[in-house]
């Protein structure tokens, strides 16, 4: 299995054109008939004018199938691809193993907050592997929606979705975590292998399989 998260930099003002064309013709066009589709999103604090969403493939070799059977899709082609083209600034793609399978949340609403976390050279599969054995106390607190190494274009790199019902709770929640003598723990054990920490929280669209 492999995970693609797409990320769309849109020009200021276009956003709302965008999810229209998304919701109207190409989610109905795309459907999951190449590949399934677990979430758009917008960003709400990070860089704005984004759009994010996430995909997976059975293999790297499905999804240049895939993919290539989408280009031949004349609705795709014809009249999605012409409208949101020329919305776009740029287009960024990550290729992610799940270390964990996605696991959407057991409640529609709230927010996301998708945190990327650049490793030292050879420690990513590691911290990984380190927050999945302390997740079951991490989830005494929030679940996780996902957690994966990054394949391409940046190998040493970490991915992991959480779901609040809204910013306070986040707020809250993490402060609570912090003082958790289990977390202070991994902390002790994974902050080493860290070089450098994003965050980017995240508005489900209308269309959105996990909202």
């Known amino acids: 299995m492999i995970h693609e998260l797409r990320t769309y930099t849109l020009h200021p003002g ?3 054109t965008y999810l229209k064309a ?4 190409g989610r109905p066009v795309r459907g999951n008939d190449y590949g399934v589709n677990h979430g758009y999103w917008t960003s709400e604090f990070g860089t704005l004018n984004q759009i994010w969403h996430l995909w997976s493939y059975d293999s790297l070799d499905e999804r240049t199938r895939l993919r290539a059977a989408l280009s031949k899709n004349e ?5 999605y691809i012409p409208a949101i083209r020329p919305l776009m600034v740029r287009q960024d793609i990550q290729l992610l193993n799940p270390v964990i399978d996605i696991q959407p949340p057991a409640s529609k609403g709230g927010v996301y907050e ?12 590691a911290w990984a592997q380190l927050l999945k054995s302390y997740l079951p106390m991490r989830e005494t607190y929030s679940k996780i929606v996902g957690l994966w190494v990054c394949e391409a274009p940046q190998p040493n790199q970490v991915v992991h979705m959480w779901n609040y019902p809204d ?4 707020i809250a929640t993490r402060a609570a975590v912090s003082q958790d003598p289990a977390w202070q723990e991994f902390l002790g054990k994974g902050t080493q292998m860290i ?5 980017v929280l995240l508005l489900p669209t209308s269309y959105s399989a996990m909202k």
């Open 114 to 125: 998708l945190r990327t976390y650049r490793m030292h050279v050879g420690m990513a599969a």
């Open 14 to 16: 276009t956003l709302p």
């Open 22 to 25: 998304g919701e109207t013709i």
């Open 75 to 79: 609705r795709w082609t014809r009249e």
């Open 167 to 170: 910013v306070t709770s986040r």
């Open 195 to 199: 070089a450098e920490m994003n965050s």
